[in-house]
Structure formats: structure tokens, C-alpha cells
């Protein structure tokens, strides 16, 4: 009856209606989105913060190896998606979930080469210059954490990242307790405060503006994993600062097939650490996917770990086109594809499920959590 259950959860309420093959347009679909609750919050003891920050996660568990782990039960499902919240006082809790669908729903080895395993063939990134360019949407929305990783601005004071950017599945990294998030600003020169420097034939100097964070979700199913299994199906954490950031974000969305992308590909911004300063934006096609993850072969360094993988298409009853973030940038895989070894980096898509958690992280409100 559970797996029964299970399967009605994660399948049919990932219904979605998508425009007839005479439209041109990639349309944004409408998803049913599941309600998760919080049912009960136990206080922990504080953590000990004596992890060491990874940029990226390495996991040989491939496509094939994720399609054929048996699907959750409906309690180990509930129990992944029950989270840690950790406070800027080092004080932590937990909270059990509740999951529900509401028949009124909206419509709505591995490599020696580490320093270039995440680079395939010609280097297809693009260094991001410019206040004209660094401070405009949609990559004034990439952030980067005091911890190495990149971030995503999704609200007033909400960052989406990677959960291994602050929590290496056993225990919270050195720096989480304090952790900032930056915010890429022009650093002016002593007298040119004020002065319109945009025609400069030189790059313009930028600096980090630093924002406290005030707690941070980091869900069970990475925490009780680790990134050889199930757990980076789980690689996500949401970050609330403590005071408004004032920059246009971006939304989140739950991520539609890899078919139904517009052709079939993905964008993202992160501050990879062999590029140190830059803003580097890339893109490329999806290869694979389960129904937690994305698998590409987009150009990608350690730092951009935890960028918000986004994409464009027609919001139907907005009339205007849209970005949503559909995934979250998580790391490295190696792959054993028949005997022969392949590599890909990986995001982590947002189902339904992951849909409906994070919007309530947002929003505190199930019912502003409808529509997908």
C-alpha cells in the first residue's frame, strides 16, 4: 500500500499540460503541486562545524544506477523531505513532514585530471564583465557563498544552493554557523564615487558586498545520504538572510522533461574557482535525466556548485516569457556506461515534491504554493 502510494505521489502529481505540437512556442507546463507541512520540530544539539567545505560532489552512481534503485515507500519519502534548520546562533531543530494532495489542486576515479574533468573539449564558458552586464538580470541573481559555492537569489531574502555547500551529509562545514552570502558590486576608485565609469575600455572593478545568513533548510534525505547514493538526489538547501537583498530574483519552477526544454537545453551562472572574481555563464544540452536529476556535459569548475540551472519559456496565462530555476548545479559524476567510463556534471531537478517544500520555506503558506 505504501509503494502504492508512492507511486501516486511522485507520478501523478507530476500531471502536466503541455502546449499541442502546433505551438511554437516552449510553454510553461501546469503541474498538480503535492502540500508538504511541517507536523512536528524537536530541538538538537548544536553542531560541531568540523566538516571541511567541498566545491563539488563526486558520485560513480550514474543514470542507469538511479533508474533502477527501487522507488520510496511513502514514509522513506516523508522522511527525506523532513529537514535541519540551523540558526545564526548555532542553535539547530528538525521537522518532520507531512505530504498531501489536494484533489482542488491549481492548474495551473577516477579522474587524475581533477583540475579539467569539468571541462569537455573546447572551454564553452563565458566570463561575465561589466556593471552594465553583472548587475542586470538574470545574473545580478547568482550570489556566492562564504563557504566557496555559488547561490541564487528566489526571493526578498531567500538563496537556493547546493545543501553540500554548507553540510557534507554527516555534519555542518567549518563556516556555516557565520555563513554570508556576497553580492557582486562595482568597487569604485578614491574620487570616482558617483562617476559614470561604464565607458571605460577596462573591465570594471568589483567587489563583494556581504549579507549575513539567518537560518538556513537543509533537507533529511542529503543528511541520512551521502553523495554516492540516494542522498545528492537531495542536494539542495535554502538559505534566508537577514535583512532584504533589494535585487530582482528569479522564481523557482518545478522542472519540466528534458524533451519539452527549449531545445532541449540548460543555462547557468556560477563563480567557479579557477576563474576567481568572474561571473562565468554557460549552457548546454541535457544527456540524460531521472526523475531527481539532470545530466549534461555544460563546462563547469568547483565554486559553481550550487547555481540555479534556469531556462526560458512562455508563461501561457502571464502572456510573457519567463525564467524559472528548474534544478540546482550539484557536481561531478563518473559513470561506468557498459565498461567504459563517462563523465557528467549533475543537477538536481525540482519535482513537484521539491517544488512545494522550498515555496513553503519562502512563503510559510501552502496555498501561495499552488501553481508549479
Given at each position: 500500500m505504501?509503494?502504492?502510494?508512492?507511486?501516486?505521489?511522485?507520478?501523478?502529481?507530476?500531471?502536466?499540460?503541455?502546449?499541442?505540437s502546433?505551438?511554437?512556442?516552449?510553454?510553461?507546463?501546469?503541474?498538480?503541486?503535492p502540500?508538504?507541512?511541517?507536523?512536528?520540530?524537536?530541538?538538537?544539539?548544536?553542531?560541531?562545524?568540523?566538516?571541511?567545505?567541498?566545491?563539488?560532489?563526486?558520485?560513480?552512481c550514474?543514470?542507469?544506477?538511479?533508474?533502477?534503485?527501487?522507488?520510496?515507500?511513502?514514509?522513506?519519502?516523508?522522511?527525506?523531505?523532513?529537514?535541519?534548520t540551523?540558526?545564526?546562533n548555532?542553535?539547530?531543530?528538525?521537522?518532520?513532514?507531512?505530504?498531501y494532495?489536494?484533489?482542488?489542486?491549481?492548474?495551473?576515479?577516477?579522474?587524475?585530471?581533477?583540475?579539467?574533468?569539468?571541462?569537455?573539449g573546447?572551454?564553452?564558458?563565458?566570463?561575465?564583465?561589466?556593471?552594465?552586464?553583472?548587475?542586470?538580470?538574470?545574473f545580478s541573481t547568482?550570489?556566492?557563498?562564504?563557504?566557496?559555492c555559488?547561490?541564487?537569489?528566489?526571493?526578498?531574502?531567500?538563496?537556493?544552493?547546493?545543501?553540500h555547500?554548507?553540510?557534507?551529509?554527516?555534519?555542518?562545514?567549518?563556516?556555516?554557523?557565520?555563513l554570508?552570502?556576497?553580492?557582486?558590486?562595482?568597487?569604485?576608485?578614491?574620487?570616482?564615487?558617483?562617476?559614470?565609469?561604464?565607458?571605460?575600455?577596462?573591465?570594471?572593478?568589483?567587489?563583494?558586498?556581504w549579507?549575513?545568513?539567518k537560518?538556513?533548510?537543509?533537507?533529511?534525505?542529503?543528511?541520512?545520504?551521502?553523495?554516492?547514493?540516494?542522498?545528492?538526489?537531495?542536494?539542495?538547501?535554502?538559505?534566508?538572510?537577514?535583512?532584504?537583498?533589494?535585487?530582482?530574483?528569479?522564481?523557482?519552477?518545478v522542472?519540466?522533461?528534458?524533451?519539452?526544454?527549449?531545445?532541449g537545453?540548460?543555462h547557468?551562472?556560477?563563480y567557479?574557482?579557477d576563474?576567481?572574481?568572474?561571473?562565468?555563464?554557460?549552457?548546454?544540452?541535457?544527456?540524460?535525466e531521472?526523475?531527481?536529476?539532470l545530466?549534461?556535459?555544460?563546462?563547469?569548475?568547483?565554486?559553481?556548485?550550487?547555481?540555479?540551472?534556469?531556462?526560458?519559456?512562455?508563461?501561457?496565462?502571464?502572456h510573457?516569457?519567463e525564467?524559472?530555476?528548474?534544478?540546482?548545479?550539484?557536481?561531478?559524476?563518473?559513470v561506468?556506461?557498459?565498461?567504459?567510463?563517462q563523465?557528467?556534471?549533475?543537477a538536481?531537478?525540482?519535482?513537484?515534491?521539491?517544488?512545494?517544500?522550498?515555496?513553503y520555506?519562502?512563503?510559510?503558506n501552502y496555498?501561495?504554493?499552488?501553481e508549479?
Amino acid at each position: 500500500m505504501a509503494g502504492l502510494s508512492t507511486l501516486i505521489l511522485l507520478l501523478c502529481a507530476a500531471k502536466d499540460v503541455m502546449p499541442s505540437s502546433s505551438h511554437w512556442k516552449p510553454t510553461w507546463p501546469s503541474y498538480r503541486v503535492p502540500v508538504i507541512l511541517p507536523q512536528s520540530t524537536l530541538n538538537l544539539d548544536k553542531p560541531q562545524f568540523d566538516a571541511e567545505a567541498r566545491l563539488e560532489v563526486v558520485s560513480p552512481c550514474g543514470p542507469a544506477c538511479h533508474k533502477s534503485s527501487p522507488l520510496p515507500t511513502y514514509e522513506e519519502v516523508k522522511n527525506y523531505l523532513s529537514y535541519e534548520t540551523l540558526y545564526a546562533n548555532g542553535s539547530l531543530t528538525e521537522t518532520e513532514v507531512g505530504i498531501y494532495i489536494l484533489s482542488n489542486s491549481g492548474d495551473g576515479s577516477q579522474g587524475k585530471s581533477r583540475t579539467k574533468r569539468q571541462i569537455y573539449g573546447y572551454d564553452s564558458r563565458f566570463s561575465i564583465f561589466g556593471k552594465d552586464f553583472l548587475l542586470n538580470y538574470p545574473f545580478s541573481t547568482s550570489v556566492k557563498l562564504s563557504t566557496g559555492c555559488t547561490g541564487t537569489l528566489v526571493a526578498e531574502k531567500h538563496v537556493l544552493t547546493a545543501a553540500h555547500c554548507i553540510h557534507d551529509g554527516k555534519s555542518y562545514v567549518k563556516g556555516a554557523q557565520k555563513l554570508r552570502v556576497g553580492f557582486l558590486k562595482p568597487k569604485l576608485k578614491d574620487g570616482n564615487k558617483g562617476a559614470n565609469i561604464t565607458n571605460s575600455a577596462m573591465p570594471e572593478k568589483m567587489k563583494f558586498q556581504w549579507i549575513r545568513v539567518k537560518r538556513t533548510h537543509v533537507p533529511k534525505g542529503w543528511i541520512k545520504g551521502n553523495a554516492n547514493d540516494i542522498g545528492m538526489d537531495y542536494d539542495y538547501a535554502l538559505l534566508e538572510l537577514k535583512k532584504p537583498h533589494k535585487r530582482k530574483f528569479m522564481k523557482i519552477g518545478v522542472s519540466p522533461p528534458a524533451r519539452h526544454l527549449p531545445g532541449g537545453r540548460i543555462h547557468f551562472s556560477g563563480y567557479d574557482n579557477d576563474r576567481p572574481g568572474n561571473l562565468v555563464y554557460r549552457f548546454c544540452d541535457v544527456k540524460d535525466e531521472t526523475y531527481d536529476l539532470l545530466y549534461q556535459q555544460c563546462d563547469a569548475q568547483p565554486g559553481a556548485s550550487g547555481s540555479g540551472v534556469y531556462v526560458r519559456m512562455w508563461k501561457r496565462q502571464n502572456h510573457k516569457w519567463e525564467r524559472k530555476i528548474i534544478g540546482i548545479f550539484s557536481g561531478h559524476q563518473w559513470v561506468d556506461m557498459n565498461g567504459t567510463p563517462q563523465d557528467f556534471n549533475v543537477a538536481v531537478r525540482i519535482t513537484p515534491l521539491k517544488y512545494a517544500q522550498i515555496c513553503y520555506w519562502i512563503k510559510g503558506n501552502y496555498l501561495d504554493c499552488r501553481e508549479g
